[in-house]
């Protein structure tokens, strides 16, 4: 299973991508994650665990947040 924030306004506002410093999508993405090994997962996998400041790349191209964001044109990285 998997946790992601930032690919819909209204699953996770006020916008799609990057939201820095934004705790409510810290706190959703926590409650995705403690809520599937809650429920007993197999296994678990974070596939956007570092994106750039647009919310990308990602396996299937669409803009998202991550817990980790890398400014690569000022050589700075948020978490």
Do not use: F
């Amino acid at each position: 299973t998997e946790a992601c924030q930032g690919y819909s306004e209204v699953e996770s506002p006020p916008k799609r991508g990057v939201s820095l410093g934004n705790i409510n999508r810290g706190q959703q993405y926590a409650e995705d994650i403690l809520g599937d090994l809650l429920s007993n997962v197999s296994s678990w996998n974070d596939w956007n665990m570092i994106l750039d400041t647009n919310g990308g790349p990602n396996h299937v191209g669409n803009i998202c947040d991550a817990p980790i964001i890398i400014d690569i044109e000022n050589k700075k990285y948020y978490k």
